[in-house]
């Protein structure tokens, strides 16, 4: 979406050295909205009631903001959030903050905008398993939102509205406020010396994190192997491109707020950020898919990996998840 306005000091290879990020300034891109459904406080307001109501699913039972809560950085607290008749998830719900920043959806990336993303759920049979269409209809009963409908885009509520009011709503969710934007907007006292100790270890080319977390939002937004044992049935982005070559590669997610959406991987296999990072210091798991290389044993010690998932703590947005606009 754009080039990143983030301007990363060099990193000096002495994983000890504290002085790692200096002059920095964080800035995310200006959210870009499409032509046709720019923001509006009219078209925000619907787009937060339709995210946080039932209607969207068949039985009335479960809202986008079942599965991604403001609290978790709009995210789920289980490894698959079941669908409605308590059928079963098959991915983990991923955060939601920052995805007016993602160049495509869905973690094989088959869905190019937030406003075609938004059917995807409302259709899957083991998420809402329900019709926009028929969504559109139960809401002609509802005059509140045939009110604010109109007002938002000048017609009472249909596919088109229910679409483009999630995605501006969607695209409000900013998370910038963590302990390390401040630290780099120069509070040194914002983050502690365990966080600045990871953060350290994090840009530096030993554990080369960054090369699949850079940028703003932490991700590079390719696609990638994980280095896990195994998949199960999910096979990734060939799920899109049907290409062997892209079998069990998935979009780097964004590490911002990480410590709050546990479980992790695509699969929630991996119940806390030590795991994770245990993982990663091992060098993953070998299972024939992974592109040589890519993931290396690092060998840190427990103290150091200690100080990695401090400096992941410290990317977490307590003014972003405690929002008053998500009440």
């Not at 937060?48 to 699913?57: E, I, N, T, W």
């Not at 983050?191 to 932490?218: I, K, W």
């Amino acid at each position: 979406m754009g080039a990143s306005l983030l301007v990363w000091a060099c990193a000096r290879h002495d994983v000890r050295s504290r002085d790692l990020l200096t002059g920095a300034a964080l800035e995310f891109p200006k959210v870009i909205h499409p032509d046709g459904n720019e923001f509006t406080q009219e078209r925000w307001e619907l787009g937060k009631r339709l995210f946080f109501d039932p209607v969207l699913s068949i039985d009335s039972s479960l809202s986008c903001g079942t599965c991604h809560k403001p609290a978790l950085a709009f995210s789920d607290s289980v490894a698959f959030s079941p669908g409605v008749h308590g059928r079963p998830g098959t991915r983990n719900a991923p955060s939601l903050a920052n995805v007016a920043f993602h160049p495509y959806f869905l973690r094989e990336g088959g869905v190019p905008t937030l406003e075609m993303q938004v059917l995807v759920p409302i259709q899957e049979h083991n998420e809402f398993a329900h019709n926009i269409v028929d969504i559109a209809a139960q809401l002609q009963h509802r005059e509140d939102l045939v009110r604010l409908s109109q007002a938002a885009y000048g017609r009472g509520p249909d596919a088109f509205t229910i679409t483009r009011s999630l995605g501006v709503f969607e695209r409000s969710l900013i998370s910038d406020r963590s302990a390390f934007d401040r630290y780099l907007q120069g509070d040194r006292r914002a983050m502690t010396a365990a966080q600045q100790r990871g953060m350290s270890l994090f840009f530096s080319d030993r554990s080369a994190c960054t090369t699949c977390h850079s940028g703003p939002n932490f991700t590079s937004y390719r696609f990638e192997h994980n280095a896990q044992d195994t998949t199960g049935g999910d096979v990734g982005r060939m799920r899109v491109t049907n290409d062997s070559a892209d079998r069990f590669l998935f979009k780097v997610p964004s590490l911002r707020n990480v410590a709050l959406t546990s479980p992790y991987m695509h699969d929630g296999r991996y119940k806390n950020l030590e795991e994770v990072v245990a993982h990663y210091s091992a060098g993953g798991q070998r299972n024939g898919y992974q592109k040589e290389g890519k993931i290396k044993p690092l060998a840190l010690s427990r103290a150091q990996q200690t100080d990695l998932v401090e400096f992941l703590s410290a990317l977490s947005d307590t003014a972003f998840v405690n929002d008053p606009r998500w009440k």
